[in-house]
């Protein structure tokens, strides 16, 4: 069995076209929802997801009405090969896991994705190493002055209480406890 996905962003749009276009192409069920591509949990994909079994096919009209990043593009393919199932792209005739061909082409895109997060994880690790090298301290301010740490350590050396220390500069007990430590 064929299963349509239509989706449209706006209340103001309608799926009356894709839904030709895909009974057209053999849909016998048709899922339709208005949601912004963006939101990941939409209930009428999840239905469709939930519905197909085994050598059944999800088909839509073009790839940006299933998903809107290659992530969730792929995560979303990944969920309909986990129930054995095919997936189908009117608009992306390359994007059609029913053939070898299309299993090629998203396995090549699946491990471009995957380059692109090796990529975007080792540029957003070397920014933080460049900052400590140029001497930038990392990491939340700190909530007492040197000054004031002194004060802190002189009058836990006076006998008071770290509750009352703590309660004079308004931090937490914790803060005064891991200074006099």
Same mark, same amino acid.
């Given at each position: 069995?064929?299963?349509?996905?239509?989706?449209?962003?706006?209340?103001?749009?309608?799926?009356?076209?894709?839904?030709?276009?895909?009974?057209?192409?053999?849909?016998?069920?048709?899922?339709?929802?208005?949601?912004?591509?963006?939101?990941?949990?939409?209930?009428?994909?999840?239905?469709?997801?939930?519905?197909?079994?085994?050598?059944?096919? @999800? #088909?839509? /009209?073009? +790839?940006?009405? !299933? *998903?809107?990043?290659? $992530?969730? =593009?792929?995560?979303?393919?990944?969920?309909?090969?986990?129930?054995?199932?095919?997936?189908?792209?009117?608009?992306?005739?390359?994007?059609?896991?029913?053939?070898?061909?299309?299993? @090629? #082409?998203? /396995?090549? +895109?699946?491990? !471009? *994705?995957?380059?692109? $997060?090796? =990529?975007?994880?080792?540029?957003?690790?070397?920014?933080?190493?460049?900052?400590?090298?140029?001497?930038?301290?990392?990491?939340?301010?700190?909530?007492?002055?040197?000054?004031?740490?002194?004060?802190?350590?002189?009058?836990?050396?006076?006998?008071?209480?770290? $509750?009352?220390?703590?309660?004079?500069?308004?931090?937490?007990?914790?803060?005064?406890?891991?200074?006099?430590?």
């Amino acid at each position: 069995m064929i299963y349509g996905y239509a989706r449209v962003s706006t209340d103001g749009q309608t799926v009356g076209a894709q839904v030709e276009a895909l009974t057209a192409a053999g849909a016998a069920k048709v899922f339709r929802e208005t949601a912004s591509g963006a939101q990941t949990d939409r209930a009428q994909l999840r239905r469709v997801l939930a519905v197909l079994d085994v050598s059944e096919v @999800l #088909m839509v /009209t073009g +790839l940006d009405r !299933l *998903a809107r990043s290659t $992530r969730d =593009l792929l995560n979303t393919l990944a969920a309909i090969a986990e129930r054995k199932a095919g997936f189908r792209s009117l608009g992306d005739t390359w994007a059609d896991t029913t053939t070898a061909h299309g299993r @090629l #082409m998203l /396995t090549v +895109l699946g491990g !471009l *994705a995957e380059f692109e $997060r090796e =990529l975007i994880r080792a540029r957003t690790s070397e920014g933080p190493a460049r900052a400590v090298a140029r001497g930038v301290k990392l990491g939340r301010k700190p909530k007492l002055t040197p000054h004031q740490i002194k004060e802190v350590l002189r009058r836990k050396e006076n006998g008071e209480a770290v $509750r009352e220390i703590a309660r004079s500069y308004n931090v937490h007990n914790s803060t005064i406890s891991r200074i006099v430590a």
